[in-house]
DNA sequence: GACGATGAGTACGTATGCGTACGAACGCTC
DNA sequence: GAGCGTTCGTACGCATACGTACTCATCGTC
């Protein structure tokens, strides 16, 4: 699990936009890991040890009342990183982190983030940044679940799932679907059927295609974008120059 | 507007909270303030000039997708504040905040809390503290309107808006409500029977009694209660010594 | 190549909430 | 105390989604 520390070259976009010398003091404690479906990268309650820089797959933030019920309120992607309580100051969550969409990270110890928090300003302000865009997409999620259609909704969680996984083909079941949108198995394959007829996608078993991201896109209506936008606003292009070595790094958000 | 700054009794409980220190670094910025029904306090993608510590009333932080369709996604009342970007270092908001139920809060410059917040890290604590538990505020809202009720969900924000009036009185129309919901008016009138039929509360014309908060929680089921329990865990209760002058404060959340 | 498990299609009755609309009650102003 | 705007009660038809449940398809496994 470990690896030769010396250089990484960065999928995730946070790490990709750190200073050099940011860089140099997050670098010693990362540790590359594979991220297995279902894992648990965060539980309620929990105190977080890790916190994850995802290079490839997905990870999942998901909210609960005081009892079970979970409903996703959060994605993340190599556009991110999990621990956002960490960021804040906290050592724990109420909310559940897992692995949606298999891949890899780059992990850190929370204490080790802690420690490189405050040393350096610069480092808090990027890794605030990205909080913002988190919180703004919770804040659109719970928009679309008041205002929404089911279609809709599903179309929205469609597009930001292609966005982080950067592939045509979402790995996905109908229950799966169902417990993250919150909703009945049966209504995500009727509304599946409707995308599927509109040649916005089509299904096979566990896996949907994504074939036509504006028919999609009108499905989310103006809930698809906010996010997105705020993330290249803050995030901006990101210069080549005075950065850490980064890989071709995954597509963006279409608005 | 502006006020004699040497002493001031706080409200706030985040003010409550400073230390000395901290209180000595910003007392000279507030300014006290009143609020006014429907004052903005922050509007979409305009420069947050200020920041507000409510003492009595409620702000309301609603978001929209790229267009209109605003659904309150946040409440802030005596325990918080605004400008939650402005901690995170941002200087906009994609969200509006509005004045919900009129009041008075301590205001400070944008400006004057970032370099506060440079200068302190205890205050940064504090405040991002804050800001963990409107994160879940925020969470929990996308949890209750994908899977509460109508009445649920008006259960839930009755009983937060009470918890930040301390009063029994809530003074909402039913148009208002449904607003902030994003529901249906007649829907918010029909919910608000069903309430009144089992003597929870007693609605009069722009007015909501709160009459039986234990049955207005059965409705709003696990989803009301947790961001005031992670409130109360991280600001615990209020050690009177070493703290910052403090009036009696308003109600915390009833379990 | 049969078996069990998982995933997907479908169906029926019901509940919840929407859009719209109209009228009644209340409260303020002149 | 007449007039008017706001607030609230109510109703009807319809769309959306639910809960439940049964069948069929697909896949991996022995």
């Given at each position: 699990?470990?690896?030769d520390?010396?250089?990484f070259?960065f999928?995730?976009?946070l790490?990709c936009?750190?200073?050099p010398?940011?860089?140099?003091?997050l670098t010693p404690?990362?540790?590359a890991v594979?991220l297995?479906?279902r894992?648990e990268l965060?539980?309620?309650?929990?105190?977080i040890?890790?916190v994850?820089?995802?290079?490839?797959?997905?990870?999942?933030v998901v909210?609960?009342?005081i009892?079970k019920?979970r409903?996703e309120?959060?994605l993340?992607?190599?556009?991110?990183?999990?621990?956002?309580?960490?960021?804040?100051?906290?050592?724990?969550?109420?909310?559940?982190?897992f692995?949606?969409?298999?891949?890899?990270?780059?992990?850190?110890d929370?204490?080790?983030?802690?420690?490189?928090?405050e040393?350096?300003?610069?480092?808090?302000?990027l890794?605030?940044?990205y909080?913002?865009?988190f919180?703004?997409?919770?804040?659109q999620?719970?928009?679309a679940?008041a205002?929404?259609?089911?279609?809709g909704?599903?179309?929205?969680?469609?597009?930001?799932?292609?966005?982080r996984?950067?592939e045509?083909?979402?790995?996905?079941?109908?229950?799966?679907l169902?417990?993250m949108?919150?909703?009945?198995?049966?209504?995500?394959?009727e509304?599946?059927h409707?995308?599927?007829?509109?040649?916005?996608?089509?299904?096979?078993r566990g896996?949907?295609?994504i074939?036509?991201?504006?028919?999609?896109?009108?499905?989310?209506?103006?809930?698809?974008?906010l996010?997105?936008?705020e993330?290249?606003?803050?995030?901006?292009?990101?210069?080549p120059?005075s950065?850490?070595?980064?890989?071709?790094?995954a597509?963006?958000?279409a608005?």
């Amino acid at each position: 699990m470990a690896n030769d520390k010396s250089k990484f070259v960065f999928r995730n976009r946070l790490l990709c936009a750190l200073s050099p010398s940011d860089a140099a003091l997050l670098t010693p404690h990362l540790r590359a890991v594979t991220l297995k479906l279902r894992q648990e990268l965060e539980q309620p309650g929990r105190p977080i040890r890790r916190v994850y820089f995802i290079e490839r797959g997905i990870a999942s933030v998901v909210s609960a009342g005081i009892g079970k019920d979970r409903v996703e309120t959060g994605l993340i992607g190599p556009e991110g990183m999990t621990g956002l309580m960490v960021l804040l100051g906290n050592h724990q969550s109420p909310n559940a982190t897992f692995i949606q969409a298999e891949g890899t990270a780059l992990a850190i110890d929370a204490d080790a983030l802690r420690v490189a928090l405050e040393k350096s300003e610069s480092l808090r302000r990027l890794l605030l940044k990205y909080a913002q865009v988190f919180v703004i997409q919770t804040a659109q999620t719970a928009v679309a679940n008041a205002r929404l259609t089911l279609e809709g909704r599903l179309a929205r969680w469609l597009l930001m799932t292609q966005d982080r996984l950067g592939e045509s083909k979402v790995p996905m079941t109908h229950e799966f679907l169902s417990v993250m949108l919150g909703v009945r198995r049966a209504g995500v394959t009727e509304a599946l059927h409707a995308l599927e007829g509109k040649r916005a996608i089509r299904a096979r078993r566990g896996e949907i295609d994504i074939l036509d991201r504006k028919i999609i896109q009108k499905r989310a209506g103006t809930l698809y974008g906010l996010p997105e936008a705020e993330y290249e606003r803050l995030f901006g292009t990101p210069s080549p120059s005075s950065r850490t070595p980064c890989a071709g790094r995954a597509r963006t958000a279409a608005t």
